[in-house]
C-alpha cells in the first residue's frame, strides 16, 4: 500500500539551529516526492519536488531510496520558516497526478 | 490574482441537508481534485477530473459526488451530510496530470454540520 509517514507532529528549533523534517514512504514503484507548505492563513503550496533537485528557501531534500525516505532540511531556520509541512507521494507513471500526502509537521522556529 | 477559488470559505449546514461546495480555477488546467482534510490528518483524495473524465477513489464514500460542467468550475455535492464529514475541503488543479505535476490549491471550505 501506498503511505507516507511523518513521525513528528510538532518540531520546535530556535532561529538559526538546523532543521530536519522527517519523512518515510512506502511505495512499490517509483515515486516522485514532494514537500509542500502552508504559512499561516496562506493556502497550500509546493515548496519542493524531488525531480527538480533544487534548494528553496534554503531547504533540501534527498530522496533516499534505500531508507525509503526525503527527509527535509535546512542549515540554519528563520522565524519565517514556521508552518506546516506535508510530505506528499506521487506515481512516477501516473498520468493522474494525484497526491498521498503525510499528517503533515509543525514547525515552529523561536526567535 | 487567485487562481483557484472556492466558495465559501466557512460553509455551515444541518445534518441531512444536502450542499455544494464550489472551485474555479484561472489556470486553464485539465486536471481538478478534490481533497478532504480532516482535524490534524492527512489530506485525503476523494476524486479528480481530468478533463471530463470523472474519477473516483476507491473508498469515498457514495454520499459525494462531483460535477465539472466546464474546465474551469468543478463541484463537490454531499448528498446527506453527516457529522462525520465536517472538514476542510481543498480543490487543487494541474496542468496536465503527470506524476510529477505541481498541484495549485485553493484556500479551502470548512464545513461544520450541526
Known amino acids: 500500500a501506498q503511505r507516507v509517514t511523518q513521525p513528528e507532529k510538532l518540531l520546535s528549533v530556535f532561529k538559526g539551529a538546523p532543521v530536519e523534517l522527517k519523512c518515510n514512504y512506502s511505495?512499490?514503484?517509483?515515486?516522485?516526492l514532494f514537500w509542500y507548505v502552508q504559512y499561516s492563513r496562506q493556502r497550500l503550496q509546493l515548496l519542493l519536488r524531488?525531480?527538480s533537485r533544487e534548494s528553496i528557501k534554503g531547504f533540501t531534500a534527498d530522496l533516499n531510496k534505500g531508507e525509503t525516505s526525503f527527509h527535509l532540511k535546512k542549515p540554519f531556520a528563520q522565524e519565517e520558516d514556521s508552518a506546516m509541512y506535508y510530505c506528499?507521494?506521487?506515481?512516477?507513471?501516473?498520468?493522474?497526478?494525484?497526491?498521498?500526502f503525510g499528517q503533515g509537521t509543525t514547525l515552529q522556529v523561536k526567535p | 490574482d487567485a487562481m483557484v477559488i472556492q466558495n465559501p470559505r466557512y460553509q455551515v449546514t444541518q445534518f441531512g441537508k444536502p450542499v455544494t461546495l464550489s472551485c474555479s480555477q484561472t489556470?486553464?488546467?485539465?486536471?481538478m481534485y478534490w481533497y478532504q482534510q480532516k482535524s490534524s490528518q492527512a489530506p485525503k483524495l476523494l476524486f479528480h477530473?481530468?478533463?471530463?473524465?470523472?474519477?473516483n477513489e476507491a473508498d469515498t464514500p457514495d454520499n459525494f459526488q462531483s460535477r465539472r460542467p466546464n474546465t474551469s468550475f468543478c463541484f463537490l455535492d454531499i448528498r446527506s451530510p453527516g457529522l462525520g464529514d465536517a472538514a476542510m475541503y481543498l480543490c487543487?488543479?494541474?496542468?496536465?496530470?503527470?506524476?510529477?505535476?505541481?498541484?495549485?490549491f485553493g484556500s479551502g471550505t470548512q464545513l461544520s454540520v450541526l
Open positions: 487543487a488543479t494541474s496542468r496536465d496530470g503527470r506524476g510529477t505535476a505541481k498541484l495549485f
Open positions: 511505495y512499490s514503484g517509483s515515486p516522485e
Open positions: 506528499a507521494l506521487s506515481s512516477g507513471s501516473s498520468n493522474t497526478g494525484k497526491l498521498i
Open positions: 477530473y481530468y478533463d471530463k473524465d470523472f474519477n
Open positions: 524531488h525531480i
Open positions: 489556470l486553464n488546467h485539465n486536471v
